[in-house]
């Protein structure tokens, strides 16, 4: 198992794809995109397979997330999700996508074994996506969330970030539209991950904010921590439920003590936390010829030096110079 000192057993792997994007949302990346991973610094198709097949064989990682950058952007996404849930035993697989492209194949996602997906949308507004994104393409996002809740990838979980002057008042209609289109909302605190150092933490919108104002046109009951176990979101049953809304509140209510997550870059690399500065490299011991058993004894190694918290509060905390994009959400 991946167990650290303070007694947290790591059992969901997120797994980067590709630190590559299609859109240029504003609190990720700048206008002009990053410096691409070169291509033979990505994990191959193979490593990917290998590494997930390590970490649930021998590790005892039960659930699986493909993140990105936009994972929809590797070709070989269904191939890699097929060869996965074949593995023994099977891991639950979920993808965070911003949605783009989810329309052509959503179908084929589901009958590889992809069980369900995250998909980013922060505007019901068209003028306000392009603002945020910086492309044309919120109709794509509109129908790829069609298109996944049609082939079965459900529950459909949207991601919603606030930011000032742009979409903070948009909270509760988005709540209405998810409620009425099935979907599950859940809001998530702008973190410090943006490759420009611009994040101000006067200036975010907090849970506390979000909260405020969806209980002027909802009423909201807490689901409980005893149901949470290690999720990341908050949860409210949503005028008596059944539908609910969450909450990812990773820097005012951070959920450190109960995090569950072990990281895996698109280039290979251990991360023990989204804002982690160490990395351990597993994709250096794949290449050098190191067998299963060498390559589970380094992860466990990185994992067991796991810090007891993200820090973002401490007044030595240091923003990763990683990007989101190559971390993974």
């Known amino acids: 198992m991946l167990l650290d000192t303070y007694g947290r057993v790591a059992t969901d792997l997120r797994v980067s794809l590709t630190d590559r994007c299609n859109l240029r949302c504003t609190y990720c990346m700048p206008e002009e995109g990053l410096q691409w991973l070169a291509k033979p610094e990505l994990l191959t198709d193979d490593e990917i397979v290998r590494l997930v097949g390590i970490a649930v064989t021998e590790l005892g990682v039960t659930e699986v997330r493909f993140t990105g950058g936009e994972p929809l952007l590797r070709p070989g996404l269904t191939g890699i999700v097929e060869r996965c849930a074949a593995l023994t035993p099977r891991p639950r697989m979920s993808l965070t996508t911003n949605g783009i492209g989810l329309e052509r194949t959503a ?5 590889a074994g992809l069980d369900r997906v995250n998909v980013s949308l922060d505007t019901l507004s068209a003028e306000t996506f392009q603002r945020m994104t910086r492309r044309k393409r919120h109709a794509d996002v509109l129908r790829g969330l069609a298109a996944a809740r049609a082939a079965g990838l459900t529950p459909v979980k949207v991601n919603a970030v606030l930011m000032p ?5 948009e909270a509760p ?6 409620l009425d289109e099935g979907y599950e909302l859940r809001f998530i605190e702008q973190m410090p991950l943006d490759p420009q150092h611009g994040w101000q933490r006067d200036g975010m919108i907090t849970a506390g904010d979000i909260l405020a104002s969806l209980r002027a046109r909802f009423r909201l009951t807490p689901e409980g921590e005893d149901k949470r176990g290690s999720a990341p979101a908050e949860r409210w049953l949503v005028d008596g439920g059944p539908q609910r809304v969450g909450v990812i509140a990773s820097v005012t209510r951070p959920f450190c003590r109960t995090c569950n997550r072990t990281r895996l870059t698109a280039d290979g690399q251990v991360r023990t936390c989204l804002f982690a500065e160490e990395e351990s490299d597993l994709r250096g011991a794949l ?7 060498e390559v589970a004894e380094l992860w466990r190694k990185a994992m067991w030096g796991k810090k007891a918290g993200a820090g973002i509060d401490d007044p030595s905390f240091v923003q990763p110079q990683r990007p989101m994009s190559a971390i993974g959400g």
């Not at 179908?107 to 009958?111: E, H, P, T, Y």
Request: aromatic fraction near 4%.
């Open 107 to 111: 179908a084929a996602l589901r009958a």
């Open 165 to 169: 002057g742009l979409n903070d008042q």
């Open 173 to 178: 209609d988005l709540l209405a539209w998810a």
């Open 287 to 293: 290449r050098a010829g190191g067998t299963d058993a």
